[in-house]
């Protein structure tokens, strides 16, 4: 019970489940739209919509890096609910 009156970590759940919904639903129907809007091949259409997430991981992955180093973050501050 404690978790859901947590906001911070609601709010967090809210947003990681709504980014997926979102990149589910790009990965599966981006390609298709981007081939059929601007008339090219499946391969290329599909390299046009995946790049983008690689490039997100990468980014994402060094802030999460950085800002666990610039603050000091352990493991048992990030899981500590109260």
């Known amino acids: 019970m ?3 009156r947590n906001p911070t970590f609601m709010f967090l ?3 990681a ?5 979102f990149v589910t639903g790009l990965s599966t129907f981006g390609a298709k739209v981007v081939q ?3 008339n090219l091949t499946s391969s290329k259409a ?5 790049e983008p997430f690689h490039e997100t ?3 994402s992955t060094k802030l ?4 666990t180093l610039q603050f000091r973050f ?3 501050q990030v899981e500590q609910v109260e």
């Open 74 to 76: 352990c493991v048992y």
């Open 17 to 21: 489940a709504s980014e997926a919904l």
């Open 36 to 38: 059929s809007l601007f």
């Open 64 to 67: 999460i890096f950085y800002f």
């Open 57 to 59: 991981c990468v980014v």
């Open 46 to 50: 599909a390299f046009l919509v995946g």
């Open 13 to 15: 759940s809210l947003a």
């Open 2 to 4: 404690a978790l859901l």
